[in-house]
């Protein structure tokens, strides 16, 4: 079975500055998908990014990027220029093909992320 | 246009009852998954349909049953309700069943006393 660690429970950062968060993950599987997700109070999960396992390039989009280590199973995300908006439960998620077709998100167990004014 | 849909957003129910969850998927959409959410946790995979079908099913007691009908909406159920049942329960929906970024709805919130 696949499992999603983000081993950082809380962390805080300062309006405008960086902040990295971190997601290892466990598969024997080669093809498979990772995304970000972030949910704030209003508790609707937000794709925030996703990266395709065979790509060798991290993937980008705004603010968000990510570091995609295969070999070491690490998926970190990097938000720069943070905002207040950017306040949210943030979670890690692995998607592979499962029996019958179906694809199943497994998620870790989320990083609370507060940014101060 | 609409997002997922889900209803009711909160439910109050006692332990021994059922309960039924609805979610209406984005136009379009085919594929609707099910996940919930316990607190201070990441969602857990319950099932996923597509085109009526269930493609997947996670680690779940049988007391957990779903279906999806011909416009695509979907039904979660579950009976026997126990205290540990209470949670977010999130539907998300996808044009296919793989898909590179579900969208999902902003839950049930179902309380078990």
């Known amino acids: 079975a696949q499992t999603v660690t983000q081993s950082q429970p809380e962390m805080s950062v300062q309006e405008a500055e960086t902040v990295t968060l971190s997601c290892t993950y466990d598969t024997s599987e080669s093809n498979y998908y990772l995304f970000w997700y972030k949910q704030p109070p209003s508790r609707q999960m937000i794709l925030v990014i996703r990266?395709?396992?065979?790509?060798?390039q991290n993937a980008t989009e705004n603010r968000f990027s990510v570091n995609f280590q295969k070999a070491a199973k690490s998926f970190s995300l990097k938000i720069s220029d943070s905002q207040l908006g950017d306040t949210a439960m943030y979670f890690c998620?692995?998607?592979?093909?499962?029996?019958?077709?179906?694809?199943?998100?497994?998620f870790g167990k989320g990083t609370k992320l507060s940014v101060i004014p | 246009d609409a997002g997922v849909t889900q209803s009711p957003t909160h439910l109050i129910k006692t332990r021994g009852q059922q309960v039924t969850l609805r979610c209406s998927p984005i136009s379009g959409h085919k594929s609707v998954s099910w996940y919930q959410q316990v607190l201070g946790q990441g969602p857990q995979f319950i099932f996923q349909?597509?085109?009526?079908?269930?493609?997947g099913r996670g680690n779940f007691p049988d007391r957990f049953s779903a279906r999806q009908f011909p416009n695509y909406s979907s039904e979660l159920n579950v009976n026997a309700l126990l205290l540990g049942d209470s949670a977010l329960y999130l539907c998300a929906s996808s044009l296919a069943t793989r898909a590179l970024g579900y969208t999902f709805g902003s839950g049930t919130r179902l309380t078990v006393v």
């Open positions: 990266q395709e396992a065979y790509k060798q």
């Open positions: 349909y597509y085109e009526k079908e269930e493609r």
């Open positions: 998620a692995f998607m592979k093909p499962g029996g019958a077709g179906s694809y199943q998100l497994t």
